[in-house]
């Protein structure tokens, strides 16, 4: 039969360590008597003896010795765990595991992570990129602890917290033959006269654009799918073809006159970003402060500003 009990360890440990009961009743703020039952107790289980006395001097016997050996490991790696512990819950150590997309991985992650950083630069963040729906099984598996991803139909088990919304810009190159008479803007009833490039399925950006032309009974003309945001940007770029971008992934492209943006007079379709979350789950200190973070900046106005800014 093992026993082991820890604080009839602790009792014992101190006392070899300073071969002294009373000191070791002193620093457990017990009585004398009450370290000496401890350890003849613990003596009596193993049938051992622990101690003798050479004159007036406490002194370790050999099973008292390998006994004392394995303790003070025991008690220096609790002392680690302790101090580990400490530092997680003040972010002196950890590791924040975030999901996103490619497109807010690019431009809009780059801000609130610095931002993470400049508080807590001990902490280790892990950033995976995947479309929204892929970001939002890594969350439900608990790969990732949050994640920031265009809004879908979520299941029950997600918690969400509304980030900011996007306006979608459908954009096209001035090199694009089909755009002559359409600058000034189009119906969305003209959008399947006109060759698209689309997000993969699973792409928060072509869910919106999807329901958009649901909604008013249009069936878009997809020639071209990619999960990858740089490559359909250098398509239409090259004049291959419209797509539809949250404005900040185009704002320069058009101002240096790379892209056109052509609105459309129904109103531009508009993206809702979440941070996503299990409901069951406790947020780490990491992930806290992060939201600590997101809420302080979404008070001081900090994502409407840099929504402001990329404004044409």
């Known amino acids: ?30 009585t004398q008597p009450a370290v000496s039952l401890q350890i003849k107790s613990l003596e009596k289980f193993y049938g051992i003896h622990l101690f003798h006395k050479v004159g007036r001097q406490l002194v370790l016997t050999d099973a008292g010795e390998i006994l004392y050996q394995h303790a003070e490991k025991i008690f220096a790696l609790t002392t680690q765990m302790v101090q580990t512990l400490n530092d997680l819950k003040h972010l002196r150590y950890g590791t924040l595991r975030i999901g996103t997309t490619s497109t807010f991985a690019h431009y809009f992650m780059p801000e609130i992570i610095a931002s993470y950083q400049e508080f807590y630069p001990e902490v280790r963040i892990v950033l995976f990129e995947g479309s929204s729906v892929d970001t939002l099984q890594t969350v439900l598996e608990g790969k990732n602890e949050l994640g920031i991803v265009g809004r879908l139909p979520y299941p029950d088990e997600i918690k969400l917290i509304p980030l900011m919304e996007q306006e979608l810009w459908l954009v096209v190159s001035p090199k694009c033959p089909t755009i002559q008479g359409k600058t000034e803007g189009i119906s969305i009833h003209q959008l399947s006269e006109f060759p698209l490039i689309f997000r993969e399925m ?36 090259q004049g291959h073809g419209f797509s539809f971008f949250i404005k900040s992934a185009v704002v320069d492209d058009i101002r240096e006159g790379k892209l056109i943006a052509i609105p459309i007079r129904e109103g531009n379709p508009h993206l809702n970003i979440d941070i996503v979350s299990r409901k069951k789950s406790h947020f780490s200190h990491a992930a806290r402060a992060f ?12 994502f409407r500003k840099t929504v402001e800014n990329i404004v044409v």
């Open 202 to 237: 699973g792409s928060s950006i072509r869910h919106v654009i999807t329901d958009f032309c649901e909604t008013h009974h249009v069936t878009p003309t997809v020639r071209i799918e990619s999960g990858s945001l740089a490559f359909i940007k250098d398509l239409v770029i």
């Open 291 to 302: 939201m600590d973070i997101i809420e302080a900046e979404k008070k001081d106005g900090a």
């Open 1 to 30: 039969m093992i026993r082991f009990n820890l604080n009839q360890l602790k009792v014992f440990y101190l006392a070899a360590k300073y071969r002294n009961f009373t000191t070791a009743a002193q620093l457990l703020n017990v």
